[in-house]
């Protein structure tokens, strides 16, 4: 039987999308090309406004039990430490008086498991085109699924497939990708003594850009160095990431005792663009 709603997408927006949706008592498929979450140093901290949705559905105690970490403050610091500017989120009403921070993977995981018995979850299936009705309206996708390619129609279909949307062009809503000109560069740091003691989420500001540390569960820091265009040209793992990550916190006295730490965990590089879409009109 068809579902009523067909999400593409199972990132955090189209798992909320089919959680919301599911909540009303529709039948929603989701679908999502990746086999299985691969873990991206993405989107772990949520703010006050997300977290009253996902604590009405049960996501942020399923967090909670994994070891989330509530942080009470997002503090702009130069690179001695001293505080520019502060957001205290313990001045706010209550329950909203912290963000919280987890894994990504984390996330999405608790996303799923509330997703309630009307709502299937779908991994390694790939939307392929979409299908339409006489007047052009997409009514459903063409699927790719282990080798065999299957129609799937619903009555409402939800771009959930990320900041490359195909479903977007597909459906021929514009977008112009502005990319900007600097990198993020992300460490895991497995040092639990400073993450015990950063319990705030710290942007640090230099003359070669930000900074931004924040504990994750299990002892771990995250550390984000943003780079520019150039900088990391021929910089590898093998030869001269470690130069180029000892200079980046040379440069902030307030970091420098994590050097050795972010030494031993070099490997957890990862390199993300940054950037966004810019809709010429409203759709
Ligand atoms: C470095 C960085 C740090 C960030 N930090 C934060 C943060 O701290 N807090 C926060 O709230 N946000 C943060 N964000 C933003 C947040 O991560 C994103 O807004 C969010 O992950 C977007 O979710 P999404 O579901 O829209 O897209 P995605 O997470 O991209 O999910 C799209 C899904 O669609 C699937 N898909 C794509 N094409 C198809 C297809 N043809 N068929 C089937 N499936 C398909 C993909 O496999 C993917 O799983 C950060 C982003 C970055 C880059």
């Known amino acids: 039987m068809s579902p009523d709603v067909l999400v593409c997408g199972a990132g955090v927006g189209g798992l909320a999308a089919a ?6 008592g529709l039948d929603v498929l989701v679908v999502d090309k990746q086999p299985s979450v691969r873990p991206i140093a993405k989107g772990e901290v949520l703010q006050p406004g997300a977290l009253r ?4 559905w049960g996501v ?19 690179p001695r430490g001293t505080a520019l500017m502060s957001l205290d989120y313990g001045q706010l009403p209550a329950p909203d008086q912290w963000l919280l921070a987890h894994d990504h993977t984390a996330i999405l995981a608790a996303l799923a498991g509330s997703l309630g018995p009307g709502v299937e979850l779908r991994r390694g299936v790939r939307a392929e085109a979409p299908l339409r009705d006489d007047s052009g309206r997409i009514t459903g996708l ?10 799937e129609r619903a009555p409402l279909v939800v771009a959930a497939d990320g ?6 062009s597909w459906a021929g809503i514009e977008a112009r990708r502005v990319d900007y000109p600097h990198r993020l560069v992300s460490f895991d740091i497995g040092d639990a003594d400073a993450a015990a003691r950063a319990d705030d989420f710290s942007a640090y500001v230099t ?9 994750l569960p299990g002892g771990w820091l995250r550390l984000y160095l943003q780079a520019g265009p150039d900088e990391l ?11 180029w990550a000892a200079r980046a916190l040379s440069q902030v006295p307030a970091l420098e005792p994590l050097t050795a730490p972010l030494l031993a965990h070099l490997g ?3 390199t993300l663009p940054v950037g966004r879409l810019l809709s010429p009109r409203l759709a």
């Not at 970490?69 to 610091?77: M, N, S, T």
């Open 207 to 215: 003359d070669r850009g930000l900074r931004l540390l924040y504990p």
């Open 142 to 151: 063409r699927l790719a699924e282990g080798g065999r390619v299957h129609e």
């Open 60 to 78: 942020e105690k399923r967090l909670d039990a994994q070891g989330a970490v509530r942080l009470g403050r997002l503090v702009v610091r130069d």
């Open 268 to 270: 957890t590089r990862q």
């Open 233 to 243: 040209r021929g910089v590898t793992a093998r030869g001269g990431l470690a130069d």
């Open 53 to 56: 949705l996902l604590r009405s």
């Open 163 to 168: 900041i490359s949307s195909r479903l977007r």
């Open 19 to 24: 959680r919301a949706l599911g909540g009303l």
